[in-house]
């Protein structure tokens, strides 16, 4: 498929989906880079030869988030009444973090700049996140008498704890690189140089798992967040069961005691 939005491509095991509106820094509210945002995650998980997802951003910013020129006009998503407004997040932006979340495998958020708003949520629905020194991280929308409508105050809590993303969102001030490596919002803090080498270097190490048990790695993570131990220990128990029934489990415990890399199918 075609994209005028991002660029997306995929290549031994690992696809990249790229925000690709520089001359916007990578807004993120406009229909169109929606569209073409959720057509990718929907697109992934179809896709067998797809173990991991990398998500950066073309030129200076990974994303600015909301088009704030079209928030001062009421254009696009901010046009018309309180309901008409509801109904444009829900049926638009809050479309992303809901297919970020269901995606089965794992994502890696490569920062390489700016990252603030919906953007900086964006980042926080990955999984991991590496950032280049060039990188900068806010929780900006009280600085416009707004709050997160696309869902940073679900994720945030979740991944930094209550105290800090409380922080985060009531002084919506900025993060810098070295600061969001301490905080956690961030793994590593790399040259921007360096950044999607490691990117790629960290998603290849991932890929090379096998498939199967990587999704439902993922998924078990996921489960985790909401439901109670029995229930989650018994869910655990059958993907288990599932895994120990798998061709590649075979081939990896004969991997294990050849001391060699595992070659894995899928299957």
Known sequence: MSYQHVDFEVADRVATLTFNQPETRNAISDEGMIDEIVSVLALVPTRPDISVLIVTGAGEAFSSGGNVKKMQAKDGIFAGSAMDIQQSYRLGIQRIPLALYELEVPVIAAV?????????????????????????????????????????????????????????????????????????????????ADLMARARQLAAQIAGKPPQALRLAKRLLRAGQAMDLKHFLDYSAALQAACHGTDDHAEALAAFFEKRPGHYQGR
Not at 180 to 191: D, F, K, S, Y
């Open 112 to 192: 390489n700049g700016a990252a603030v708003g919906a953007g900086f949520d964006v980042a926080m629905m990955c999984d991991l996140r590496l950032a280049a020194t060039t990188a900068r991280f806010g929780e900006t929308f009280l600085n416009l008498g707004i709050i997160p409508g696309d869902g940073g105050a679900w994720f945030l809590p979740r991944a930094l704890g209550h105290q800090r993303a409380a922080e985060l969102t009531f002084t919506g001030r900025l993060v810098d690189a070295d600061e969001a490596l301490r905080l956690g919002i961030v793994l590593e803090v790399l040259p921007p």
